[in-house]
């Protein structure tokens, strides 16, 4: 006995890919995963080979807050100049990197709201390149003038800065600003998946207020004008991310 022919509604089902239509099993999830991980290394990979054309200006534009430096190990310099290359190439690769990440996690929801993939990506990749302008022009040079200020107080101190060990201080200092600059957007999409409502993010407020102020103090002088410019960003990012789940999403 023959199968009946299928409508033109169920032949349109059938080209659904199976990501879309919210039923993926664990494994087709983690394959999704793998593949998206893949690709983003892979445009991490052709960032660093872009970025390597103009290594000599990253460094320099890197250096600009306390000029010349020195290595103290014979792979020192090469080492360093491989991880800038990897992170320059990171940052290049950014809106791929996202484009993935929110494509991962957004067939959890509808179709209609998966149209908001255009505004996440730009969005994201604006936000974090906003953080990084923030810790690099505020946050690191005072950081610098505090630590430095340290050695200057003793005659038997000079100030000697590694190649490497600056680089390192610059990355760990400036990628948690990019990411926490992000804070409104995960808000915002937590609270669409339903995950976080209006009342828990008031209920957390001060708590992220508090904390803050602790990363402040953490990362800057004991400045509290300095402690201040630090914690009020990450306060208006939190009210940003709280005022439209509230008001725009209604949850």
């Known amino acids: ?30 394959e999704e995963l793998r593949s998206r991980i893949i690709k983003s290394l892979l445009a991490i990979a052709f960032g660093s080979c872009v970025a390597y054309l103009f290594l000599d200006e990253i460094t ?16 020192e310099a090469f080492f360093t100049y491989l991880k800038i290359d990897i992170a320059a190439g990171f940052l290049i690769a950014l809106p791929i990197i996202f484009y993935h990440v929110w494509r991962f996690f ?15 990506v730009p969005a994201s990749v604006t936000l974090f390149f906003v953080g990084l302008a923030f810790s690099f022009f505020l946050i690191l040079p005072t950081a610098l003038k505090f630590f430095m200020g340290f050695g ?12 490497g060990s600056y680089f390192e ?12 600059f992000e804070l409104p957007l995960v808000i915002i999409v937590l609270g669409k998946l339903g995950i976080l409502t209006s009342e828990k993010l008031g209920k957390y407020r001060r708590y992220v207020f508090f904390f803050s ?8 002088s004991p400045d509290v004008i300095t402690q201040v410019a630090v914690a009020i960003p990450v306060m208006l990012l939190y009210e940003v991310g709280y005022l439209v789940v509230k008001y725009i999403l209604r949850r």
């Open 1 to 30: 006995m023959s199968e009946p022919e299928k409508t033109s509604a169920q032949v349109e089902q059938d080209k659904v890919p199976p990501e879309d239509d919210g039923t993926m099993s664990l494994t087709a999830h983690l």
């Open 60 to 75: 320099n534009c890197l250096t600009l807050p306390v000029g010349k430096l020195y290595y103290m190990k014979p792979g």
């Open 106 to 120: 957004l067939p959890a929801l509808t179709t209609g709201e998966r149209a908001v993939l255009g505004i996440l």
């Open 152 to 163: 200057e107080e003793s005659e038997n101190l000079t100030t000697l800065f590694s190649f």
């Open 169 to 180: 201080f610059v990355i760990l200092l400036m990628l948690p600003f990019g990411f926490v």
């Open 213 to 220: 102020f602790v990363i402040g103090a953490l990362v800057t």
